[in-house]
């Protein structure tokens, strides 16, 4: 299978490293484009597993330059995308689609400006997976983008958790209006 290069790594299988496997490849938008359904094969497997998690992308490429002297100038950066909650198996498509754009704009960001480098290859292409427990404080996962769209639910949002006590204490004990 694909996943054999696994790395397993601390707190009880708690967080995984995957590289990804893929040929050397001189454009990025090429690597992200055929590893996409690898990746996303990855991570709805671990979902099955974990339930939740959270995952984000590492692409280290490697970018040279010419100085004015003529000496070459080699840079290989690690480029990340945000860590992103999946919960849903629909959702990874999307949020993958999500982190390869966050991934070309620091690209782009390190292409640009005057700098003068340009991508020679793709070194590595790592994917990070770390558990999710949705059921913990002061944590707000996204709602399921079907449960979104129904318009019908509020997700609290709060920084100590009281509004959260609130809504609890009103189902326990609604507060009566008097006339």
Avoid: M
């Avoid at 970018?63 to 100038?73: F, K, W």
């Avoid at 982190?99 to 704009?105: M, N, P, T």
């Avoid at 690209?107 to 990070?128: K, T, V, Y």
Wanted: hydrophobic share 30%.
């Amino acid at each position: 299978k694909l996943w054999r290069n696994w790395k397993r790594k601390s707190c009880l299988n708690t967080f995984l490293t995957v590289e990804v496997p893929s040929k050397e490849y001189c454009d990025l938008i090429e690597c992200l484009k055929d590893t996409k359904n690898d990746i996303h094969d990855i991570i709805n497997e671990e979902l099955g597993i974990r339930r939740a998690l959270k995952f984000y992308l590492t692409v280290r490429p490697q970018l040279s330059r010419a100085d004015p002297d003529g000496h070459e100038t080699i840079s290989t950066p690690y480029l990340c995308s945000l860590p992103t909650i999946v919960l849903e198996s629909s959702d990874i498509h999307e949020q993958l689609d999500e982190a390869g754009d966050r991934i070309k704009h620091l690209l782009d960001l390190h292409e640009g400006r005057g700098s003068g480098f340009s991508l020679d290859r793709i070194l590595e292409c790592q994917l990070n997976i770390a558990t999710f427990d949705v059921t913990g404080g002061s944590s707000n996962p996204p709602l399921p983008k079907y449960i979104q769209s129904k318009n019908a639910t509020v997700n609290i949002k709060s920084k100590n958790d009281k509004n959260f006590l609130y809504c609890l204490s009103y189902v326990r004990k609604p507060v009566v209006e008097h006339a």
